[in-house]
């Protein structure tokens, strides 16, 4: 009994620090207050299940990241009722009507706005938190979980399944989607001189 009151004392302490993180996460993915919940509620219970497994020393909140993406990629492929493995390119936002065909503006704006903001949450207002949700899923977990969580390449790839180059590329890629989604926001906010 003592082990077991250790077992979830030490949880408590180091896992649920993180519980605000993971809602936000989820509910980037399901965009729904509830089903976010629940989704959150599902990881923890997983987690303590499963802590033993967990190794000392290493990123609890990237552990907690992988199970909540799991669970969530899970989630989704019972719904789809599809067999079989479920990738995470499969499964985009609804609201990618984003204009891919307009000219890329210059280095100098990414530049300005990387300059201007090292935390993305200082920035996160409606329009912002909208053009993300509007990224195909792949480019906006990157986003989120390197410049919202600032989890680093290699954690970001152990989540995610995929090398640390395409975790790379789809910082990249979705970097400059949100660049393009965002050039008028940034404009209107003097971010940007006007006439460029």
Known sequence: MREENNRRKEFEEIALTHIDSLYNMALRLVFNKEEAEDLVQETYLKAYRFFD???TGTNIKAWLFKILRNTFI???RKSASMPGEVFLEDIESVNTNMAYD???KSEEAIDTLESKYTDLSSLLDDDVKRAIDSL???YREAILFSDVEELSYKDISEITNVPIG???SRLNRGRKLLQKSLW???K???FIKRGK
């Open 136 to 138: 195909p899923i792949e």
């Open 53 to 55: 497994t967990f190794q």
């Open 184 to 186: 008028e926001y940034a």
């Open 74 to 76: 899970n989630k989704y």
């Open 166 to 168: 395409t975790v790379k």
């Open 102 to 104: 307009q000219e890329a």
């Open 188 to 190: 209107d906010r003097g």
